[in-house]
Each structure stands twice: as C-alpha cells, then as structure tokens.
C-alpha cells in the first residue's frame, strides 16, 4: 500500500498541536534553551576568547540526552494510558503512517526548540564576527543527531504506559551513542582482565566470520569510536558536512523507527504459537536490517567525503596541493605509506581522522600518479618493524581512560618517496600538525629534479647543533633547521674567511656574538646582495639560566672557553661592535632595550605572562599588525615574541624598510638595559618588576630590507630570535596553552621568500581566521588602561619618596662636610655614623614605600579584575537570560489566545451567569 501524505500529515498536526496545548511542551524548551545558554556562554568560552559555540559543541550530546526524552516520553505512553491507541489503530491509516506522523510531530517540536537557540547565534554576532558557515555546520549537525535519538526516545515511548518511565528509558537509550566511545575505553580497560580475554578471542574469531571490508574498517577504525554520536558530530564542530556523518543519522533513525514500527505491529500477531514465530522472523529482520545499515556505514566512511562550508575552506585539499599533484612528472609515481595505529586516545582521533581522510583525496586527486598505502600499525606486529625501518617510532601519549591517566605507544607517522633516493620522512603528525602542508610539502620535495640550498652560518648558538664549550655536552639540532631540512638542502657555513657558496639564502642567527673580522665577512655578503635572513636579540630567553642572563645577551660579555673552571680567572672576551653592521643596513637598533606591552589578549594568562611577551595580533588599536603588501606576513594572525628587540629604519639611509611585523602602539613601550636588569651575587638578573611607561610609538620587529644602490641588500632582519625557539614547535605541533601562533609559519615564509620558492607560502598560512570577543575586549580595554596608569602613578610616587629619602642622606652628609670646625677624621668618623644611621633608615623607608606601592597595585588590580568580572557576567546574565525570553512569549500568547478562544465558545447566558456567581 502506498503512503498517503494526508493521512501522515493529519497525526502530524494531531499530536504536534497536542504537545503546545499546556504549559509542559513550552517549559521544556525555555529549560532547553537556558542550559544551552549557560553551557555555550560559560566561564571557559570569555577565558578561551573566541567567538563560536565550541563550548555548546562538547556539552550538546548530554543536552539532548534531556530534551529529546522531554519531547518523545508521551508520544505512544499517553495513548495507551489514556486507551487512545486503540482508537488510533482503528482509523483508516496503516501501522508505518501512524509512526511516520508521530515521528514527524516530536521533529517539528525539536526544530522548534532548536530554531529558539538560535538566539545563541545572534549573542555571538553581538560579541564579535563568528563563522557563519562553521554555525551552518553546527545547527546542521545538532538537527541531525536530535533527529536521530528522537527515533530512539519514540521507541521507548512505545514499551510502556508511563511517561516518567519512558523518559527514564530513553535517556538510557540515547545515552548508547552518546557514550559509546567511552564502552571503548572500558573495553580496554577490562582486557586486563583474565576472564575477558576468552571473550576477546570469541570476538575475533567472530569477525573472521565477517566481510573483508567491514572487518578492515573496524581494524581501521575503533568499533566504539565509529558508534559514538559524540565522534559523527566531530566534523559538523569543525564546519564540515560529512556525507559519513548524515549516512550514520539516518541510519539510526531507519533502524529506530523500525523497532517502532515492529512494535506498532504487534498487536496483529501477539500471543500464541503464531506469535511466537512471528517474533522470531522479526528479530532476524532486525538484525538483517542493522548489518545492512551498518555495511553502509563502512562503504561510506571509507570514502569519507565531506562539503566543506567554513569560510577559509580548511578541509578541502587547496589549489596549491591540486597542482603540485598535477606537476608530478609523468616519468615518476610518489607513493605515501602512513603509519597508522588502529585505535588512538581521544585526543588525537581528530588527527587520524583528517589524515585518513586527506590521504584518500590525494588518491584521487593524484590519479595514478600518486600511490597511497595505509598501513595499520600495532606496536608489536611486523608492520611496527616496518615503520622503524623509515625511522617512524610509536609516541607515548597519556591519556585518560576510565577515570585514570595511561600512557599508551601509538604510531601516526607517514612516508613519501619517489625512487630509491628520494625520501622525506613525517615521524609524527601531532595535534596541531597542519597536515596538508607536510604532505604537500614532502610531495614537492621528492618530485623536484633538485633541491634549493639553505645555509647556516655558524655562531656560537650552534642551530646546527655541536659541542657546547663551556658545559661540554653537545647541544642538539634545532627544530627550525630540522624542519628546513624537509625541503631544502641546509648546509653549515664558516663566518671565518669570505662567505661564498651556491646556497640560495643564507641564516646568520645573532651575528652580535661573531668576532669583529666574522662580522665584517658577513658584511661583506649582505651588502653584495646575497639573500639573508638574519635573527638578533637583546635577549634571548632560550639562553637564559638560573644563574641569570646567558652568554649571547649582547650586553652581557663572553667568557673564552672553559673560562673559569677549576680556579682559573681569565678575562672576558669583548664582543663585536654590531652598530657598523647595522650601519651597512640601514637600520638602527638599540642592543639593550627590550620591547613590552601592557594588554594581553589572553586573560587566562594575564597574571602569569610578564608584559614582555608580547602577542601580536589584530586588535582594534592595530589592525595592521603585520604587512599586508608581502605575502611573508600578510595572513597570519598571531606571533608571541619574548623580550624582542626594536628597528627602524636610520634617517638618511637609502633602503626600502618594509616593516613586517609591528606591536600596537596605544599600549606598548620600551624598556632600557638599565631598567631591564638589575646586579646581583649570582650577575646580572632580569627586574621582577620594572617601572614601564608607554611611548605611545610604532615598534617594529622584523623587517625587509632592500636596496639596488652602491650596496645591494636583500634582507630580512628579525629582532628576537626567540620566536623559533624549539618551544614555539612544541607549541605549534600540541597547540599548547590553547594558542595557535604563527611564529613557524612566519620564519618559514622568510626563508621561502628569500629563496624564491613561493609554493607555499599560501598553504602555510591557511587556518581558521582568529575571531575574538570583540565586544567584550572593547569593553575591558578601559579598566586595563586604567591598571597600566595607576600602576605607573604608584611606581612614580614610590620612585619620588625614594628620591626624597636620598636627597636627605646626601644634604646630611653635606652638612657635616662644610662644618669647618671639625678636622678631617672627626669629619669621617661623623660621616660614617650619620650614613650608617641614614642607610637605616632609607632601608626601612624604601621596604615601607615597596610594600605600599605593591598593595597599592593589588589593590587596583583586584578593582580591574572587579570590573572585568562584572562586564562579563553582565554578558553572561544576558546571554542566558535573553535566549528563552522568545519562547517565553510565544507560550504566554499562544495560551492566551487559546483562553480567550474558549470564552469566546462559552454561551453569552452561562458567561453571564458565572461571572454573577463570582461577583
């Protein structure tokens, strides 16, 4: 029989308008609307600063764990409660219309509460320029799954007569997808177990059983990870449509709404032998219904195509990729190999995920061109001597599983080669690896006929690595030159006679700590025009120590190697004199000085990150932080620099300066050597807490400098060679801290661009657009302001006691020195006496005016933190407050309508008569 739309559409409105006729049916939306307010705009979402519903993403699955219940517990247990269903199957509409019209009434209900959410959209607009793609993607993504368990919260409907005990079972129900993945990880667990082997082995002899395809995928993939409805929405989060994922939606809701209709049925063949062999039939429909469901499943997973909508296009392989795929020469086939373990922690899913995936559109993006080969990795298997071989070794990873924190080996590695001799090898793709880049990349690299050169002069930072003279261990390579060594040919180069070679661009990490004739030999190639990337700094922090400043600081001067040991004074090294180099360049830089800013726009870490490091992004008192006209910096989005140096150009010079990297101005300024540093036993230490006044001036960090003149120049200086500190990879590859810095990628587009190799500098840079609060970091500007202004005013007025205090031990002593009638000794002794008495008390007038000026800055730093707290909870309360107001006042229309609706349908005379009764 045919499905008559009318007769679906007349349950539809039946029990769609029976949900809205009392206070119930709205209650639960404003409640579902409210948590999703306060679980999207929660104390996390203004700590991580970024305008998006991640927060809403993490919590949405155990939302729907109230709400669909909530919406489905009276959709079948009020029917037969009431002995409503009998009159229902009596009508002239087949089992599969009636359950077709109730499922579609409980998803007209949820598009409704979901369509009030929307609210949270229109917050995220009020704080700053989210995503709208990325928000398609999540609402997308949070109807398919409701629409999903809606299935499922029907069918639990349908088991019983009470509706408390139907919403009981369908949480429980949906509770299944939503925790699968954690089922996995108690798996896990109990595999230690003795008992729990045998069933292991069971198991596995069952999968024998099994299609090749769909054992392949379970071997690919982890069972409960594929289940989980936490992982399907992975990729809605992220801004994508996954065909996979909508495949997985459908098909729980194909197989839930069957179980309702098996039960709808039923009543046709309940009771007897007949009905006994009826429920028999239909369990194995059952089952052939959920292993066809879930062969399609695999089918589509395996090709894993997804629709990406975010604005940047993130998840879709670029141009760039297409056509260095279509460059590979006709003559030669690439193959990648990855090495991937079966099943890996949590965290590290996404990763496996998107490099699975990115490996099958190279597939066919590559043709037969490109070979790919994915190989399952178990740690002790053949395959994990095989990755060894390449030098891919498994990672210990901690993770969390069932409340504990283990370590497991895992391996996500790959290699690409093409021919016997070209070989790059990626160890590890990390959390925050950008995996087309490195694929990208490494194709490029084993497909060119040669590759470009780089070379590292050789200082006493060592990036090359080498033996460390002062502690006699030897320092290891530098990530920065291991990460060059993925494209490029990188070769040492002496600073000792004239600097020659065929390198394409040559590194001089801190020249200030060469000899003055190393400097000069270095001059000598910068001014020929030899394409140069040069990083200094006032002072380097991975030089730093406990013992105070390190030997590379340009003002600190450098011990002879092996200086100081067992006894033995020998007199410190003088360093070059680097202001006739920076002459040659035309630019001016102070070696001492040190640039802060007083506005961090992190605040998670506002009371632990001193002001000098300095985050450099776009903000609304700089939004041009970096050059828009050189595709080295135009596209990034944040660089964290750590005591960085300051340049200009030097007035009169005939260079093109072409700034790269600049602070902002209203909140920045510049710290002297004097005021940076202070003596002490151990030598010099940095200042814990020196007075910083803003200047109100550009400051720039890195430069471009050319000329075609007398001298050529084609440079580009940078003054903090912190910023590719192995730290900043660590950073980069774990997405530590929840920052995602563009130091790397910079460095690595100087060098790229030095050595004219554009090919990608585009893919580099390409990531999620940073999109802020704001909004809430206008409004917070002021009191920051305000903490920076009251901070210098306490530092001034304790700088001025102490200055008082110091003109008063001066003017005594002064005395006693014109007193003419004392003798010389008598003036001495009186002298000491009176400088001792006065030191006292200096000493205890300066800890009296440090004591006050710290509480004084306390105190006006809880008042700011007052004001903050107070601006952001104002958002909070509004954010959660607002969003139900909408449903609110549909309910209290809608209910007064239909009040004045049944005063209108009483008799005028009984009307009458009622209201005389109450008056």
């Known amino acids: 029989m045919s499905l008559r739309l009318h007769v679906v559409f007349a349950v539809f409105k039946r029990n769609f308008l029976s949900y809205f006729s009392g206070v119930i049916g709205y209650l639960f939306i404003v409640?579902?609307?409210?948590?999703?307010?306060?679980?999207?705009f929660n104390?996390?979402?203004?700590?991580?600063?970024?305008?998006?519903?991640?927060q809403l993403n993490l919590y949405f699955p155990m939302l729907l764990l109230f709400i669909v219940p909530a919406i489905t517990m009276s959709v079948w247990a009020d029917e037969r409660k009431t002995g409503t269903d009998e009159l229902l199957f009596t009508l002239p509409a087949s089992d599969g219309e009636i359950v077709l019209g109730k499922y579609f009434s409980v998803l007209a209900v949820y598009s409704v509460a979901l369509l009030f959410s929307l609210s949270h959209v229109i917050v995220l607009f009020l704080l700053g320029r989210p995503d709208v793609g990325q928000l398609f993607a999540n609402y997308l993504g949070y109807w398919c799954?409701?629409?999903?368990?809606?299935?499922?919260?029907?069918?639990?409907?349908?088991?019983?007569?009470?509706?408390?005990?139907?919403?009981?079972?369908?949480?429980?129900?949906?509770?299944?997808?939503?925790?699968?993945?954690?089922?996995?990880?108690?798996?896990?667990?109990?595999?230690?177990?003795?008992?729990?082997?045998?069933?292991?082995?069971?198991?596995?002899w069952f999968a024998g059983l099994l299609p090749e395809f769909i054992t392949n995928y379970f071997r690919e993939h982890s069972l409960f990870q594929g289940m989980s409805l936490t992982e399907q929405l992975r990729d809605f989060n992220l801004g994508m449509i996954p065909l996979s994922g909508l495949i997985y939606f459908v098909s729980l809701c194909v197989f839930m709404l069957y179980l309702n209709l098996v039960m709808a049925a039923r009543r046709h063949w309940a009771g007897g032998t007949k009905g006994a062999q009826m429920g028999w039939q239909f369990a194995v429909r059952t089952l052939c219904l959920a292993v066809t469901l879930i062969s399609v499943n695999v089918v589509f997973a395996n090709w894993n195509f997804r629709a990406d909508v975010t604005s940047e296009k993130l998840y879709s392989i670029s141009e760039t990729t297409k056509k260095i795929l279509k460059d590979i020469p006709e003559d030669r086939t690439v193959r990648i190999q990855a090495f991937v373990s079966p099943q890996v922690p949590r965290e590290y899913v996404p990763v496996r995920t998107s490099l699975l995936g990115l490996l099958r559109q190279y597939n066919q993006a590559g043709g037969k061109q490109v070979e790919v080969r994915i190989v399952p990795t178990d740690q002790y298997e053949k395959e994990a001597d095989e990755a060894r071989t390449f030098g891919i070794e498994p990672r210990e990873v901690q993770t969390e599983r069932a409340g504990k924190i283990v370590s497991e080996s895992i391996f996500l590695g790959a290699v690409i080669t093409a021919g016997v001799d070209d070989v790059v090898v990626i160890p590890w793709f990390d959390v925050g690896t950008p995996i087309e880049y490195e694929l990208t990349r490494s194709i490029a690299t084993v497909t060119q006929a040669e590759r470009r050169k780089v070379g590292i002069l050789t200082t006493d930072v060592q990036?090359?690595?080498?033996?460390?003279?002062?502690?006699?261990?030897?320092?290891?390579?530098?990530?920065?030159?291991?990460?060059?060594?993925?494209?490029?040919?990188?070769?040492?180069?002496?600073?000792?006679?004239?600097?020659?070679?065929?390198?394409?661009?040559?590194?001089?990490?801190?020249?200030?700590?060469?000899?003055?004739?190393?400097?000069?030999?270095?001059?000598a190639?910068?001014?020929?025009?030899?394409?140069?990337?040069?990083?200094?700094?006032?002072?380097?922090?991975?030089?730093?120590?406990?013992?105070?400043?390190?030997?590379l600081t340009p003002r600190v001067p450098k011990r002879p190697p092996g200086g100081g040991m067992f006894g033995g004074r020998q007199q410190a090294t003088p360093k070059c004199d680097i202001t006739k180099f920076l002459d040659e360049l035309g630019i001016a830089w102070d070696t001492g000085a040190t640039v802060f800013d007083s506005v961090n726009p992190h605040p998670q870490f506002s009371?632990?990150?001193?002001?000098?490091?300095?985050?450099?992004?776009?903000?609304?008192?700089?939004?041009?932080?970096?050059?828009?006209?050189s595709e080295v910096s135009n596209g990034?989005?944040?660089?964290?620099?750590?005591?960085?140096?300051?340049?200009?150009?030097?007035?009169?010079?005939?260079?093109?300066?072409?700034?790269?990297?600049?602070?902002?101005?209203?909140?920045?300024g510049v710290l002297g050597w004097e005021k940076l540093v202070s003596g002490s036993f151990f030598g010099q230490q940095l200042n814990p807490n020196p007075q910083r006044i803003e200047d109100k001036d550009d400051h720039y960090v890195a430069a471009k400098i050319t000329s075609d003149g007398g001298k050529k120049l084609n440079v580009i200086f940078i003054?903090?060679?912190?910023?590719?500190?192995?730290?900043?990879?660590?950073?980069?590859?774990?997405?530590?801290?929840?920052?995602?810095?563009?130091?790397?990628?910079?460095?690595?587009?100087?060098?790229?661009?030095?050595?004219?190799?554009?090919?990608?500098?585009?893919?580099?840079?390409?990531?999620?657009?940073?999109?802020?609060?704001?909004?809430?970091?206008?409004?917070?500007?002021?009191?920051?302001?305000?903490?920076?202004?009251?901070?210098?005013?306490?530092?001034?007025?304790?700088?001025?006691?102490?200055?008082?205090?110091?003109?008063?031990?001066?003017?005594?002593?002064?005395?006693?020195?014109?007193?003419?009638?004392?003798?010389?000794?008598?003036?001495?002794?009186?002298?000491?006496?009176?400088?001792?008495?006065?030191?006292?008390?200096?000493?205890?007038?300066?800890a009296n005016i440090t004591t006050e000026k710290e509480q004084s800055i306390r105190e006006e730093k809880r008042k700011t933190e007052r004001e903050i707290s107070a601006i952001e909870g104002g958002i909070k309360m509004w954010a959660i407050l607002l969003p139900p107001i909408p449903a609110i006042l549909l309910g209290v229309i809608v209910l007064g309508l239909r009040v004045a609706e049944e005063r209108r349908s009483i008799v005028p005379e009984r009307l009458a008569r009622d209201v005389g009764k109450h008056t």
């Open 31 to 40: 409640v579902f609307v409210a948590l999703g307010s306060m679980l999207a």
């Open 719 to 846: 003054a903090d060679m912190d910023m590719i500190s192995d730290t900043f990879f660590q950073i980069r590859e774990r997405q530590m801290y929840g920052l995602n810095l563009d130091n790397v990628t910079f460095v690595l587009n100087a060098v790229d661009e030095l050595a004219d190799d554009d090919r990608f500098l585009a893919l580099r840079k390409r990531r999620a657009r940073h999109r802020t609060l704001e909004t809430v970091e206008a409004r917070t500007k002021t009191f920051t302001k305000q903490l920076q202004q009251e901070t210098e005013k306490a530092n001034e007025t304790a700088d001025e006691k102490l200055a008082e205090a110091n003109k008063r031990l001066t003017a005594a002593v002064a005395k006693i020195e014109a007193d003419s009638s004392l003798d010389a000794q008598t003036k001495e002794i009186r002298k000491q006496m009176t400088q001792r008495a006065e030191q006292q008390k200096l000493d205890v007038e300066s």
């Open 525 to 551: 190639y910068v001014t020929s025009g030899g394409p140069t990337l040069i990083f200094d700094d006032p002072l380097p922090a991975f030089d730093m120590g406990p013992m105070g400043l390190g030997q």
């Open 145 to 204: 799954a409701g629409a999903a368990l809606l299935s499922a919260g029907m069918f639990a409907s349908i088991l019983t007569n009470s509706t408390p005990v139907a919403f009981v079972i369908a949480a429980v129900l949906c509770a299944i997808p939503v925790f699968s993945d954690r089922i996995g990880d108690l798996f896990s667990s109990l595999s230690l177990v003795p008992g729990f082997h045998l069933i292991a082995v069971i198991l596995s």
């Open 607 to 629: 009371d632990v990150v001193r002001k000098d490091f300095v985050f450099v992004s776009h903000r609304e008192d700089e939004p041009r932080p970096f050059a828009d006209e």
């Open 636 to 668: 990034l989005q944040e660089v964290l620099l750590l005591w960085t140096g300051s340049i200009k150009p030097r007035e009169g010079s005939n260079i093109e300066f072409l700034p790269l990297i600049r602070t902002a101005e209203s909140s920045t």
């Open 43 to 54: 104390d996390q979402f203004f700590a991580n600063n970024i305008d998006s519903l991640d």
């Open 463 to 523: 990036m090359a690595g080498g033996m460390n003279m002062q502690s006699f261990s030897r320092n290891p390579e530098w990530r920065f030159v291991s990460e060059l060594r993925k494209q490029y040919d990188v070769v040492d180069v002496s600073p000792d006679g004239p600097i020659e070679g065929d390198f394409d661009v040559l590194i001089a990490p801190m020249p200030s700590s060469l000899t003055e004739s190393q400097l000069t030999n270095l001059a």
